[in-house]
């Protein structure tokens, strides 16, 4: 037989039993639309959980707390850190200082209890780069001046303060056992405020907050006797390999346990084991309607071997070959598969637009701060042809077994046959 | 000397069926020259059905030994076998066995394809076989749509495409009324006239095996009688 032959024959054959065939093709359509959609959703949603966790998470920092009150970190913390970690392995190493202020627009009387971040900008613009963008006024290159501060923009507008405003913060000075010694008052000259982050960062909300001079906040906030005081110790290392290494190196022995020092990378991991699961759960879907499409074509296979005994039987007496009529039924399986990847690309291709346009995949997730995701289903080229292969060579394979019962039909069996 | 196209030597052909072996066919022997016309009488269950099966390498023996054109059948592989069918041996079904879904000059067109033959030689050929069988009109017709002495004679031009040594014709006039049936016989004796094609029709009717010019005749897997008419 000339190998176009297998076409026509199969063709003719389809043609013949249109319901049929279309039912089938149907199922292969259908399988194919939920592996197009499932592939673009994952592909959009991981795209978009990893922009996320670039844009919030340093993922080579570490950050080291004291959350138990076992120990107070002081400046001497971060001197000890730079003296006992090799210099080669990181970047800087940087203390904040975090309280909890009542902050108003000098001349206002509506003021809001928030917390203030007293840190070098000079340092943590480079911690997190994407949060240090000005939407009004300018940030500094170097260290914010001692009466100047960075507002976040939902504070900014629950204030109604500009960049050039003057703020006023209240603060307790308490001693270590959170008596208040005495309050401090300060008015502030506001030089810039952030653009909307909705990030969470070690514990801060961004944008309800304040960031000034490191040593102003030491001021403000701190006894007398306890001047060095600090909340946290950022760390920066060279990698995120570095940061995961020697967080346990500085927790358990730089510091026996008293403290914890966790690495953002940690925590991008963490959210990349759900995605991961995520896409797991969402292959084992594909693979079932994969399945599900491959068993729907040897059913209508296998009935249709059995309703052409008879033709098959009369071509072998004819002279076809056993090898023949495999081939013939594996080509009418191949058409079938064919026809219903390119219905189904186009199916799924709408049911894409559909979930794109209807912001199905709009989400948040909470890990320690709040990240919003918002994915678009995206459309990979080439997972759709590798996916589709997969879809065809399934077909194929379910359809062996009744092309090979056809294969094996004896003429004089079939012939007798009434 | 002309052509053995068939011999049987001591064929013998048992079937089980479960515990039961039933013997089909007893220590035959024959032979059928090129050009022959011969018919196969017997009543139901004399064997001559299988006896067919043989000669058109549909089936093997228990024993003995089959030749077509001279070829031991024991001596060929399942491949070789439908290269034989297709090359040498035509087939008529008393069921025409027609494929239902494809017209009357695709059903012709069948063995061709399956020799390999391009599409333009096919069609014009097969268009030739259906006008010597007269149906040349009713060329786009389904089986469906054709009566059965049409249907048979699609299945008689479909047996001519490959230009066969060898025709085997099973019973081809049990399902059509006499006058029908007549035509049909007609037709294999003009084309085993016109082609010098050997042709074997199996039948259990008296009348059609005399229109015949030799007649063997079965019983109980024997051959009882072997009748070579005068001509």
């Keep these: 037989m000339i190998f176009s032959d297998y076409f026509g024959y199969a063709f003719t054959h389809i043609k013949n039993k249109k319901a049929r065939v279309f039912l089938t093709v149907l199922g292969v359509a259908l399988s194919v639309m939920a592996m197009v959609s499932i592939i673009s959703i994952t592909e959009g949603f991981g795209e978009a959980i990893q922009l996320a966790l670039n844009a919030q998470f340093s993922t080579d920092t570490l950050v080291v707390v004291d959350p138990l009150g076992q120990t107070v970190l002081t400046l001497k913390d971060v001197d000890l850190l730079k003296s006992r970690l090799p210099s080669t392995n990181y970047k800087r190493v940087t203390p904040v200082l975090i309280f909890s202020a009542e902050v108003s627009r000098v001349g206002k009387a509506e003021s809001v209890i928030t917390l203030v971040a ?111 005081k600090i909340s946290l110790i950022l760390v920066q290392f060279n990698s995120p390999k570095f940061a995961l290494e020697l967080q346990s190196e500085i927790q358990d022995n730089i510091y ?100 794109d346009k209807s912001n199905l995949l709009q989400s948040a997730i909470n890990l320690g701060g709040v990240i919003y995701i918002k994915a678009s289903p995206k459309i990979v080229l080439q997972n759709l042809i590798i996916w589709n292969l997969i879809v065809l060579f399934a077909t194929l394979a379910f359809s062996y077994i009744p092309a090979r019962r056809a294969s094996k039909v004896e003429p004089i069996i079939a012939l007798r046959y009434e | 000397m002309i052509k053995e196209v068939v011999k049987l030597e001591n064929v013998d052909k048992i079937y089980k069926l479960g515990e039961v072996e039933v013997q089909a066919l007893n220590n035959v022997n024959l032979t059928i020259r090129e050009g022959e016309f011969v018919s196969i009488l017997g009543p139901s269950g004399s064997g001559k059905t299988t006896m067919l099966n043989l000669i058109g390498a549909l089936d093997k023996p228990t024993k003995g030994e089959v030749y077509i054109n001279g070829v031991s059948l024991k001596k060929l592989n399942d491949k070789q076998l439908a290269d034989l069918r297709l090359r040498t041996i035509g087939f008529i079904f008393q069921a025409f066995y027609l494929v239902p879904w494809l017209n009357a000059l695709q059903n012709v067109m069948i063995p061709m394809m399956l020799l ?116």
């Design chain 2, 116 to 231: 390999g033959k391009p599409p333009s030689y096919r069609k014009q050929r097969a268009m030739e076989l259906l006008k010597v069988v007269g149906l040349e009109k009713r060329a786009y017709h389904k089986p469906t749509e054709l009566s059965g002495g049409e249907q048979q004679r699609v299945a008689i031009a479909r047996a001519l495409a490959n230009e066969p040594a060898l025709l085997l014709a099973d019973e081809p006039t049990g399902n059509l009324d006499s006058k029908t049936g007549a035509m049909i016989v007609d037709l294999l004796e003009k084309i085993n006239k016109e082609k010098n094609v050997t042709m074997i029709i199996v039948t259990h009717n008296l009348e059609v095996a005399e229109r015949t010019r030799r007649i063997i005749r079965l019983r109980d897997g024997k051959i009882i009688a072997d009748e070579v008419k005068a001509i």
């Design chain 1, 256 to 355: 026996g346990g008293k403290v914890r020092a966790v690495a953002f990378a940690a925590y991008a991991r963490a959210v990349e084991n759900v995605v991961m699961l995520f896409n797991s759960l969402l292959l084992s879907l594909i693979i079932i309607s994969v399945v599900i499409a491959g068993v729907g074509v040897m059913n209508t296979m296998l009935t249709s071997v059995r309703e052409r005994v008879k033709e098959i039987g009369t071509n072998r007496a004819l002279g076809a070959k056993s090898s023949e009529i495999l081939t013939l039924f594996l080509v009418e399986a191949f058409i079938i598969a064919v026809l219903g990847m390119i219905l189904g690309t186009i199916l799924g291709f709408i049911s894409v637009f559909v979930i």
């Design chain 1, 118 to 228: 007293g840190a070098s900008t000079n340092e943590i613009r480079y911690v997190w780069p994407i949060l240090y963008v000005a939407e009004e006024g300018v940030l500094p290159q170097g260290d914010l001046n001692p009466d100047e501060v960075i507002l976040g923009n939902s504070l900014a507008k629950r204030l109604n303060v500009h960049a050039g405003d003057m703020i006023r913060i209240r603060s307790e000075v308490k001693d270590l056992q959170g008596k208040v010694i005495t309050t401090i008052t300060r008015d502030l000259k506001v030089i810039g405020i952030l653009k909307l982050s909705g990030m969470n960062l070690v514990g801060v909300d961004v944008d309800s907050s304040v960031i000034m001079n490191f040593d102003t906040s030491r001021m403000m906030v701190n006894p007398p006797d306890l001047r060095d």
